[in-house]
């Protein structure tokens, strides 16, 4: 699962947002799909550039993760990389191409759970669950006596 790092919480709502807004999401362009998206917001690529990345190898985003080498040299595998630097893991961006991951969908309703992976308003949905998910678990990984060490010292 992602980490747990407000930037990872940040551009999660800023890629539901920028797809609730776009009249270019296409679940079938590697560039403006669910992982595109995000590879944008985080890369600052553009949906060609991605799409085009993604060309010199094979199959979706699923595929191209499953062969995902970092020492390839192809541009995509480097796209890749970048995202798994920046705090994501394969299994996080697989399942963010398909809506699938059980402990995102288990924060949606039962009756909302049934996502559809090229319906934008779907991606928006499993993405908010995504970061109100990660919200949670950063809160509870606050430890307010040691934000309130440092105060009591002044006092």
Same mark, same amino acid.
């Not at 991605?50 to 541009?75: R, V």
């Not at 909302?112 to 990660?134: F, G, I, P, S, W």
């Not at 430890?143 to 009591?152: A, D, Q």
């Given at each position: 699962?992602?980490? #747990?790092? !407000?930037?990872?919480?940040?551009?999660?709502?800023?890629?539901?947002?920028?797809? =609730?807004?776009?009249?270019?999401?296409?679940?079938?362009?590697?560039?403006?799909?669910?992982?595109?998206?995000?590879?944008?917001?985080?890369? +600052?690529?553009?949906? *060609?550039?991605?799409? +085009?990345?993604?060309?010199?190898?094979?199959?979706?985003?699923?595929?191209?993760?499953?062969?995902?080498?970092?020492?390839?040299?192809?541009?995509?595998?480097?796209?890749?990389?970048?995202?798994?630097?920046?705090?994501?893991?394969?299994?996080?961006?697989?399942?963010?191409? *398909?809506?699938?991951? !059980?402990? #995102?969908?288990?924060?949606?309703?039962?009756?909302?759970?049934?996502?559809?992976?090229?319906?934008?308003?779907? #991606?928006?949905?499993?993405?908010?669950?995504?970061? =109100?998910?990660?919200?949670?678990?950063?809160?509870?990984?606050?430890?307010?006596?040691?934000?309130?060490? !440092?105060?009591?010292?002044?006092?």
């Amino acid at each position: 699962m992602a980490r #747990v790092r !407000p930037e990872i919480i940040e551009v999660i709502r800023k890629t539901a947002d920028k797809i =609730r807004k776009s009249g270019d999401y296409q679940w079938g362009h590697m560039g403006a799909c669910n992982c595109g998206f995000l590879a944008q917001e985080i890369t +600052s690529l553009s949906k *060609r550039e991605i799409h +085009s990345f993604a060309m010199e190898g094979h199959g979706d985003w699923n595929e191209q993760l499953n062969d995902y080498c970092p020492t390839s040299g192809l541009k995509m595998d480097d796209l890749i990389s970048d995202l798994l630097n920046f705090g994501f893991d394969i299994d996080d961006l697989k399942h963010l191409e *398909r809506l699938s991951d !059980p402990k #995102v969908l288990r924060q949606l309703p039962i009756n909302k759970r049934n996502l559809k992976q090229n319906n934008k308003a779907d #991606v928006e949905t499993y993405l908010t669950a995504m970061a =109100r998910m990660l919200e949670e678990r950063l809160a509870n990984k606050v430890n307010l006596v040691e934000l309130l060490e !440092p105060h009591s010292a002044l006092s």
